[in-house]
């Protein structure tokens, strides 16, 4: 909460000072106190706002009468038109002459004279004479005339001015340049202030203050926030910087730009009294002295001493007085009296001319010619007084206000924020509403089932320090819909929902300054798993898809919200009243495109359920069977197989639960086994290619070598002996490149070269028949345990190659390293590889046979049966035309245009915590955009197989309608309280129940809880509502 420039250490202070002319202003036994300190009511701090205005502008205009706006020219200002008090300055500058001056140097010569005396006793004598040096400079005098005006004058007509006060004065100027120090003439710019508010608020006539607030006024919200205080802080800011400028014109241009040119070549002139320097160094010791009338000060006092006092009569010094009566409440007299304050503003009048006695005494008289006269003191002097004045007056007004926070804070124990509201709403929601809102957090489950998961939409208070995670609060309504919820997977597929749906009506406060986040949090239990779609409500029966996921065994997806307000009614209907009916058209179909496009769709979608429909199990047979739904969802997901080659296939009527289990593995294992063999096929032949490849590899760098070899000729001794032919040797090679010693395999025992974890019976076969003819053989170290070709590789064993060819140089050394390298990237590439299903041995499912099943199947026959079903009124709900109807309620009901519809989307970036195995720790993922696009492709392929293509309706399904309406408030809690004097738990009241009522469908007074005692309270808030 900002208030008002309320300085609390300056006004105190201020205050401090204050008393002590006050104590010897009024007799001994009077006590007058801050009101802080005194019992008083509400209307007390209007009325002291007033008394505060009225002294405020009484002192302006002491001030302004000694700058010459005497009661005379007061009394003739035309008062319908505007008045303007303006002050105007020129310089002239003009040559006058050119001197030349000796200048005396530091710098001293001394000359001595010996002189020679014939008969002399002495002989000889000495004479020394010291000369100064001096330089001879030209001076250049410049004559500077300087006028300035203090006049007011009526609407826009100058020529008919009122002058105030005006003056010329003259200076020279010496400088060492020819060059003008200044332009040979110059008009300033004007500073002009209105005084048109001053002057409304004085009875000309009678010459007496009579500002008043307006507290009946619709505006009207504090004694501070008011139309009539706003425009009195309005003119005294102008006042206040129209004194500033006459403060630096006088106290800093006349002496910076002009005055501080003077440059003699002998240097500046001693300081004389009088000056402008002079000037500067009084300024803050005569200001200080004036008395400050404006001061917020109460007392309460017996009633015959408040007679006795009003019998007295104080003459007034004043320009102005006092209004007759200065509170509407007698018997709440905590005002000073009229007399009291008359004295205090007597004692201002005292003190100003007594400061003004001074500088009358200190500078030159004002018709001089002088520079710096008393007329530039004073105007100096009372600007400076004016500038105090108005800071006094701002503490004043916003000490009413600063004081009201005090007490609040005082009555409730502590500062309220927007944190402490929302739990006082939860909590006074429970014992308003009938039924109340509840926590949007839903377990995930079958009836008598443990969970499979929970879904909720959190809060992130994140201006506190805990950011603590909270469900937020909806009012609920369970809606029977008349036809299956329909979510299109695909150009030619459609799914439909049969199960439960809810609307829920979301309503968010919030205040100034305060940081909230919400995310749509959704938690996978262990060994379970369901999918979650999110997306816009495009109907009554219609959710487009934005996004989907599948989670399984305790994943957990964050996704936060973002929340995009829409103009209110009110401001809508404001914004386009002047605009073109044509623009009026546009802007009307574009905020229903708006409205109906912000209503959130989630649904649930539990997946063993579906399983055990598709595949033609009972309930709950898929229950313990977590291995087999883990490969039926691989199949699904991954390969994309049919569930017809998975599906139940015998006698349903005499088999058990078990046999049909059984039946189902049986399929299962059947179709895994083909997708083995497919990828053993692959694997075979990716074995082949790069075997093949090294080969080629070989077989080149043979050639290669032996070329090398033949040109390089017989080999030549050396020290120690000679060595053998390189054509005869067989080194050993690590995989880094260092010879080593090692012992001959085939290629048959290099896992992915026809023999380790990775290859068949009858590859084994083929690739020692084809190590045993190959032209050259591989020498390998064998590990002690490898299971994966890169487990080799990776720690460094040792392969020999045995060839006729040389291996001596080091570029055939990182040769033969390039190709163990390609031999890993190979071997890495089969064990990573994917293979996909053939679907040549799938059955094909056409869609003239799901047609016939479907209407030759009974059962599916019944399923179809419920899109011609007919709901009940209740049942009618088009969840996108309820944000249309929440705007035409909130026009009518909210006239401050607090209420918005809300839009609530999903963010492009999630996070994804997962554990991967049981024996992990659980680790954040962040998904973007690609991701989720291809955990969306997973789930609706997932969706499309448990479904058969959209022919098969779900019934274990959940939708979740969202609509979002947000309250808001300009300022925080503790501002909207005292500033805008509203109580933030009506206004919140009332939303509650319009918003409750419109999705219920129901009267809000039928929501009330509490009987007709709490219906009458809040029709007494808002009747029109509760009428």
Not at 45 to 64: E, F, H, P, S
Not at 615 to 623: K, R, W
Request: proline letters at 5%; hydrophobic letters at 35%; aromatic letters at 6%.
């Amino acid at each position: 909460m900002i208030y008002s420039d309320f300085d609390e250490v300056t006004f105190r202070a201020s205050v401090d000072d204050a008393m002590k002319s006050v104590d010897r202003i009024l007799q001994v036994h009077r006590n007058p106190r801050l009101p802080e300190n005194v019992d008083h009511n509400y209307s007390d701090k209007y009325a002291l706002a007033d008394l505060m205005t009225n002294v405020g502008i009484i002192a302006q205009m002491n001030c302004l009468e000694r700058m010459g706006l005497s009661a005379e020219i007061l009394q003739g200002v035309d008062k319908t038109k505007a008045t303007t008090l303006r002050f105007q300055s020129s310089e002239t500058c003009t040559f006058l002459k050119e001197t030349e001056v000796k200048v005396p140097m530091e710098r001293t010569v001394e000359t001595v004279e010996d002189t020679q005396t014939t008969g002399s006793f002495f002989g000889k004598t000495t004479k020394a004479t010291i000369s100064r040096v001096v330089n001879r400079v030209k001076e250049y005098h410049w004559k500077v005339d300087i006028s300035w005006q203090l006049f007011i004058f009526s609407g826009t007509n100058t020529d008919d001015k009122t002058m105030l006060q005006s003056r010329q004065s003259s200076t020279t100027v010496v400088i060492q340049s020819k060059e003008a120090p200044f332009p040979g003439h110059r008009e300033r710019s004007p500073v002009d202030v209105s005084l048109t508010w001053l002057l409304q608020q004085i009875d000309t006539k009678e010459l007496v203050a009579q500002f008043k607030v307006d507290t009946l006024h619709p505006d009207t919200k504090t004694p501070l926030r008011n139309k009539q205080v706003e425009d009195a802080l309005d003119c005294i800011t102008n006042i206040q910087d129209w004194a500033e400028n006459l403060h630096d014109y006088f106290g800093l241009h006349l002496q910076h730009e002009i005055f501080n040119h003077d440059n003699p070549a002998a240097g500046p002139p001693a300081e004389k009294a009088g000056s402008l320097n002079s000037l500067n160094g009084k300024l803050f010791e005569l200001s200080d002295g004036v008395f400050n009338p404006i001061h917020p000060l109460v007392e309460e006092r017996p009633d015959d001493s408040q007679n006795a006092d009003e019998k007295e009569h104080q003459s007034k010094d004043s320009i102005l007085g006092l209004p007759a009566k200065l509170s509407d409440d007698d018997s709440r007299a905590l005002l000073l009296s009229k007399n009291d304050m008359t004295k205090i503003m007597n004692e201002h009048v005292r003190s100003l001319d007594e400061k003004i006695g001074s500088i009358r005494k200190t500078f030159p008289a004002k018709n001089t010619v002088k520079r710096i006269s008393t007329a530039e003191a004073e105007i100096a002097l009372l600007a400076d007084h004016l500038r105090h004045l108005m800071e006094m007056y701002v503490n004043s007004v916003g000490y009413n206000e600063w004081m009201l926070e005090q007490q609040l804070v005082a009555a409730i124990g502590k500062r309220v924020d927007s944190a402490d509201l929302d739990k006082f709403v939860k909590f006074h929601n429970v014992k308003l509403l009938q039924p109340a809102p509840k926590p949007f957090c839903h377990s995930i489950r079958r009836p008598d089932h443990y969970p499979d998961g929970v879904l909720s939409i959190e809060g992130v208070n994140t201006y506190e320090e805990d950011g603590k995670k909270e469900p937020i609060d909806t009012f609920v309504r369970h809606v029977e819909m008349a036809k299956p919820l329909q979510i299109p997977l695909s150009a030619a597929a459609t799914l439909e929902l049969t199960g439960k749906s809810f609307l829920h009506g979301w309503l968010q406060h919030r205040f100034e300054n305060t940081s909230k986040t919400y995310e749509l949090v959704a938690r996978a239990r262990q060994f379970s798993s369901f999918m979650l779609i999110v997306g816009t409500m495009a109907g009554s029966d219609k959710l487009d898809p934005k996004d989907a996921i599948i989670l399984q065994n305790k994943d957990e997806v964050i996704i936060p919200l973002l929340l995009d307000e829409l103009p209110s009614a009110k401001e809508f209907k404001d914004a386009i009243q002047s605009l073109s009916p044509e623009q009026q058209r546009f802007a009307k179909s574009f905020r229903s495109m708006q409205l109906e496009s912000s209503v959130l769709g989630v649904c649930i979608i539990q997946i063993k359920p579906q399983l055990e429909k598709l595949l033609g199990l009972p309930p709950d047979a898929l229950t313990k069977e977590m291995k087999l739904t883990q490969d039926l969802m691989q199949l699904f997901v991954e390969y994309q197989v049919p569930s017809d080659l998975l599906s139940y296939d015998g006698d349903s009527e005499h088999a058990t639960v078990k046999e049909k289990v059984e039946n189902v593995k049986t399929h299962v294992q059947s179709v895994m086994g083909v997708v083995d063999a497919a990828k053993d096929r692959q694997l075979e032949e990716q074995t082949k290619q790069a075997e093949n490849a090294f080969m080629q590899r070989v077989q080149y760098q043979s050639a290669d070598a032996e070329e090398l070899s033949r040109r390089a000729g017989p080999p030549t001794g050396g020290r120690g002996g000679g060595r053998s032919s390189p054509m005869l040797q067989s080194r050993s090679i690590r995989a880094d490149g260092f010879h080593s010693s090692s012992m001959p395999f085939s290629m048959a025992g290099m896992p992915g070269f026809g023999g380790g974890a990775y290859s068949s019976k009858k590859s084994k076969k083929k690739s020692s028949a084809k190590s045993g003819s190959s032209a050259a053989s591989l020498y390998f170290q064998a590990p002690a345990a490898a299971t994966t070709p890169t487990q080799h590789f990776a720690a460094g064993h040792m392969i020999a190659l045995s060839m006729d060819t040389p291996v001596s140089t080091l570029e055939e050394l990182q040769c033969q390293r390039e190709v163990i390298q390609n031999i890993e990237k190979e071997t890495d590439r089969v064990d990573d590889s994917f293979v996909e299903f053939d679907h040549s041995l799938s059955k094909v499912v056409t869609s003239e046979s799901v047609e016939n099943s479907k209407t030759n199947d009974p059962k599916s026959a019944s399923e179809s049966g419920l899109l011609e079903r007919k709901g009940k009124e209740d049942a009618l709900v088009d969840f996108t035309k309820m944000p249309k109807i929440l705007d035409a309620l909130i026009e009518q009901h909210d006239t401050e245009g607090s209420l918005r519809s809300t839009v609530v989307k999903t963010s492009n970036l999630w996070v994804r915590n997962r554990q991967e195995n049981l024996l992990s720790k659980v680790r954040p993922q962040t998904l973007g955009s690609q991701e989720i696009k291809s955990e969306k492709d997973k789930a609706f392929d997932l969706l499309d197989a448990l479904s058969r293509s959209g022919s098969l309706p779900i019934a274990s399904s959940e939708l979740h309608v969202i609509i979002c309406l947000t309250h808001r408030f300009e300022k925080d809690v503790m501002g909207t309280v005292i500033q805008d004097n509203i109580n933030p738990i009506e206004k919140l009241e009332m939303s509650t129940l319009l918003f409750a009522s419109a999705v219920h469908g129901v009267a809000p007074k039928e929501l009330v809880r509490g009987g007709e005692q709490e219906a009458n309270r809040l029709a007494g808030s808002f009747p029109l509502l509760l009428k």
